[in-house]
């Protein structure tokens, strides 16, 4: 064996996670029809069975197999169809956001396989010193484990692992299988172990012990059939043979890329990054906790989950619209009963200005603190008794970061169109009173006055008469508007006299005030279009219902 090429290459300093959900199509079934959970049951595409439950397979039904021959081997197997996949989709996605909600890289696998890196995650508990004991099962002896610290990461990467499993379970109802390792490769291999509903870690000095339990190369992930194929016609048909035969004997078969990579393969050396599968839908973190039931706790634990989430928004990128507020409340009443209850609001994006890479203005945290006990005090009564098990933070409703060219692109169409006005602002003094105002002059008191609340724009017409303008904005006289008071005009609209004229937008009857006063002010006004349309609409059934009525009276009159 090649115990030089193996030494030379190995890192360990990585913690991945591979996630297998149980026969997942038949159990998104049972989730559907929960009778299905006690029958042997498999789903179908056309004549073959892609999946069974592990009642069925005890009767020999295994995937891939005619419908046929299944039904032989388990007579009263229960057939589903399953080739309509959007309910495997949708519960697949659930459990990629689910598990994104413990770190950001995630690698979708197929519809039912994630692979998760939890290194950062990891070193976060690793710094804390624990004493962590392996959850799950072990591949291989334990005697002989490396000192450079991989061994504790990945005793708390099973801790890890469980959460995660566990969370799945209680949240989606599905049972999952997972492989802890320091590779991707060693990960999906582990995983396979110990199934269903289990957990195996494999250390790196097992790794080689792991790679040659395979009955073939062929089971080597990435090493397909073809590929298989290949080795065997130089007689190599094993994961020992493999790690034996020289480096220059493959790579005169493959080439010098392939054949390093297949070599590293047969050591369980992998080297590949998850590739990332899409930003999730949101981003949030829950924290189980000891029971709360008082306010000043519950703002503490809520600013520490904020302080870690905003940290996860950072390496996301993106600027939030919506946060979302998460409790689980602990019932003694009922019989030690537990709800969960979330309550969520629209949130201004320019909070989310970051000073460093990781970290918000100190104002910019109150503020969201101060939405986010807005929103406890909606679910939670503060005046009586409460006693709280579960605490969670969560952003969602996504927009992405403007870049550098949009900021430019805006920047000169502001300038452009500050140009525009400056060049009517030159050719001014050639309107007389009698002609045409331009459609864009706001009309004001006079320059020093504060700018009304309303602003009137003026149509394209002549000024007959003073009287043709707003009284309440029209120093009523009968001389003409000199070109001066024009230009003084047009100086208050460069100057940014009209920026002062910032119009309070209405907050709706039906909306929390204090809550619609956080809201991004074109978010303000939808909301108060939506209400006028809504009276208008209400206006014109009424209107329409006295129209009616009216005219059957009408017709009887006539009568």
Known sequence: ??????????????TIIHIDIDCFYAQVEAIKNPKLQFVPLGIRQKDYIVTSNYIARSYGVNKFGPVSEALLKCPNLVLVNGEDLHDYRQKSYEVTSLIQKYSNLVERLGLDENFVDITDLV???FEQNLITNVVGHTFGETADLCDCGCSLRLKIGTVIAQEIRDEIKTVLKLTTSAGIAHNKLL????GNVHKP???TVVFPNNAVELMLSLPSISKIPGIGNTLSEQLGTIDINSVKDLQNTSFSVLSNLLGNEKAKYVKNLSFGIDESVLKCSGKPQSIGIEDSCKVIGVENEVKEKLEQLLSRLVILLAEDGRLPKTIKLTIRRFHKEKKNRSTRETRQCNINPSLFNFENKTQLSEGSMKKIMTIIMHLFHKIVDAKKTYHLTLLGLAFTKFLEKPSVTNVLTNFIKKDIEVQSVTDIKNNIATIKSTDLVP????VFQDSDSEPPVKKYKVTNRHLDSPTDLPVANLNLSSEP???NNMNQVFDDSISGTSERNIEQVECPPNIDKSVFQELPTDVQRELWEEYKQDRQTDRRFEKNK???SNNIL???SKK
């Open 546 to 548: 006295r129209l009616k």
């Open 1 to 14: 064996m090649d115990t030089k090429w193996k030494s030379e290459l190995e890192d360990h300093s990585r």
């Open 481 to 483: 508007v000199s070109s």
């Open 187 to 190: 990960s999906k291999i582990a």
């Open 197 to 199: 509903d289990q957990q």
């Open 123 to 125: 070193t976060e508990r």
């Open 439 to 442: 459609t864009t002059l706001d």
């Open 554 to 556: 009408n017709y009887f």
